[in-house]
């Protein structure tokens, strides 16, 4: 009898393709523990469960056939809300999309689709993927399956909380500034943010255009891997996306990782950050390096101007790619209005919630005239210096390895009242994104009160080959990753 | 940098979003704690530094102008929030 909710991707894949289990099997026992966890944990928005039990008998007849032949055909993905599924409710977790409908598939859709993967449903996140605690989604916060008074993270809360939660087996999420990576830190779970331009953005909806990523949210790196493989290549409809041939990410992982040069930079473990983060991601490089790595200590001296650069940019981009919700062509439209300007700022004003209006106020801020040479170029001079001093740090080393987030997940609530707090949350994790760069989050331990914690691996861009065998190698070295959270959900 | 009143509704009417009075004053407070947090770029000498947009070098995509189906008209409508058969309904727009 297999524990198919504990198995991983590739371990599920491998076992309907010998004939051991069906997709079928594998998406009802799945939809069942759904029905039964997610009223407590909230990680999805949307279950596809009539569509997907057809689609996992369709796609069954052509594993057996042998016409799907991919390492995860037959597994069911669950999707974060900002990626558009055609004819499946896509609403970022905003108001303003109200049902929402896409009339086409994001590109990741269509690859996931071609492997034969079975989409579950479509997960919460924070609206508009705007916040790190999941909390300003418009259906409600996630919880963290770790201890409920707790938070998932953000802004693919739902992604990682469902993986955790064994409420799906892997998932797609989306990382403008540690979004993928931090929720996966909180939540015990391997989370991947890919190098600018590795995976299409077409079909996402656009928060920061020039920031964001879609990556995986598992159970492991090497279900992270078979799902790069997938999802990953060049796509005419996204002109961002890198027109270069990629390794076969799964196949690259079990590569040594002796000699390996890593940098630790010392101000990530100065002040602000709690002590047994600190501890853990220390016992985690040391772990690295008696596999065989050298570790060193390396300066990242622009940490602080990581969240302000990161804010300016994100959003600047995001008060332009968000003027498009405005209550004419699809989503919801405001009560009462008087003309056509009025159409527009009742809709926006009754559709986007407080965190959304406010990062479009900032954004239009940043960009307004008599600011924009003060803030916003001014941050894209400062991303100019911090790419610069990461390519400086990459020559001499292979990768970069820090916490994921300076602590492990807030209470419910606590973030709310402290708006720059949840901000810096993102300190450690925004740097790739700024830079272009491959960040994975790893869980390597627990802090005082059972909460995980994530150790982040960066790599140079298009560097995922070594990031990825990195937290490979750590894996087989450890157990954090297969522990599931204990106990009755509560 | 001091955010005031003035500068707020000033930015939200020009990102065309109503505020009432309380989110006014919740976002004289939240904007301005941010802004004046982001004034330690200012820390920083980024003279003669050039802006950076894109870590990649990205010029634009030209391709060959194909002819492809376009979506079905009923598809794209489904969505709106008010149509007739074949169009959206918005107020006058030219008076």
Redesign the interface.
């Known amino acids: 009898m297999y524990d198919i909710l504990n198995m991983t991707a590739l371990q599920l894949g491998s076992a309907i393709k010998k004939g051991e289990i069906s997709s079928p099997e594998v998406v009802g026992m799945l939809f069942d523990a759904i029905e039964a966890k997610d009223k407590i944990i909230n990680a999805y928005i949307t279950l596809n469960r009539e569509a997907a039990t057809a689609r996992a008998q369709e796609v069954q007849k052509k594993i057996n056939s042998g016409e799907l032949t991919s390492p995860l055909a037959g597994v069911p993905v669950a999707v974060k809300d900002n990626i558009c599924t055609k004819g499946l409710k896509t609403s970022c977790a905003s108001k303003i999309l109200?049902d929402?409908?896409p009339?086409?598939n994001a590109t990741v859709i269509e690859r996931l689709e071609a492997a034969g993967v079975v989409i579950a449903g479509k997960l919460n996140m924070d609206e508009f993927a705007m916040g790190s605690t999941n909390e300003t989604s418009y259906y409600g916060p996630v919880k963290n399956p770790w201890n409920t008074s707790r938070v998932s993270g953000g802004s693919s809360g739902g992604a990682a909380a469902a993986v955790a939660a064994r409420e799906a087996v892997c998932a797609l999420g989306s990382d403008t500034g540690g979004s993928i990576r931090q929720p996966a830190s909180y939540c015990g779970v391997t989370g991947f943010k890919p190098t600018?331009?590795t995976v299409s953005r077409y079909g996402l909806i656009a928060y920061a255009s020039?920031l964001d990523q879609i990556g995986p949210v598992a159970r492991d790196v090497a279900d992270c891997a078979a799902i790069l493989n997938i999802i990953c290549g060049h796509d005419?409809a996204d002109?961002?996306s890198?027109d270069i041939t990629h390794p076969d990410y799964l196949a690259s992982l079990g590569g040594e990782v002796k000699g390996m040069k890593i940098g630790l930079p010392r101000e990530c473990f100065e002040a602000g950050l709690d002590d047994d983060v600190a501890e853990r991601v220390k016992a985690a490089a040391e772990a690295l390096h008696s596999a065989g790595a050298v570790v060193d200590e390396v300066s990242l001296p622009?940490l602080?101007?990581m969240v302000?650069?990161y804010?300016?940019i994100a959003c600047a981009e995001a008060?332009s790619n968000l003027?498009r919700f405005?209550?004419?062509?699809?989503?919801?439209?405001g009560r009462n209005?008087d003309?056509?300007?009025d159409?527009?700022?009742?809709t926006?004003?009754e559709g986007?919630g407080?965190e959304v209006?406010?990062r479009?106020?900032?954004g239009?801020?940043v960009l307004?005239s008599g600011y924009y040479d003060?803030?916003y170029?001014?941050?894209?001079?400062?991303?100019?210096?911090i790419?610069n001093h990461f390519d400086a740090i990459f020559e001499k080393y292979d990768l970069i390895i820090c916490p994921t987030s300076p602590r492990t997940a807030p209470r419910l609530g606590e973030s709310l009242s402290d708006?720059?707090k949840m901000?810096l949350s993102d300190i450690f994790t925004a740097s790739a994104n700024i830079?272009?760069l491959p960040g994975l989050s790893v869980p390597c331990g627990f802090d005082r009160e059972g909460l995980p914690v994530g150790m982040q691996i960066i790599g140079q861009?298009l560097d995922e080959v070594k990031v990825l065998r990195a937290g490979y190698a750590y894996q087989q070295l450890t157990s954090y990753h297969k522990t599931a959270p204990g106990g009755e959900l509560k | 940098m001091r955010i005031n009143k003035e500068l707020v509704e000033y930015v939200a009417e020009l990102s065309r979003i109503k505020l009432d009075e309380s989110t006014t004053e919740k976002m004289i407070k939240e904007l301005g704690a941010v802004i004046e947090y982001m004034g330690i770029l200012n820390r920083l000498d980024t003279e003669g530094v050039e802006p950076m947009s894109h870590v990649f070098p990205i010029t634009n995509v030209m391709r060959e102008d194909i002819v492809i189906p376009s979506y079905d008209r009923e598809e794209i409508l489904g969505n709106a929030p008010a149509r007739t058969d074949e169009t959206l309904i918005v107020p006058i727009t030219i008076e």
């Open positions: 109200g929402f409908t009339p086409y600018y331009g020039s005419s002109s961002t890198l622009f602080d101007y302000p650069t804010y300016i008060s003027s405005d209550g004419v062509k699809y989503g919801i439209r209005y003309g056509l300007t159409l527009y700022n009742t926006r004003s986007f407080d209006k406010k479009i106020l900032l239009t801020f307004s003060a803030y170029r001014k941050a894209l001079q400062v991303k100019a210096i790419k708006p720059l901000y830079a272009g861009r």
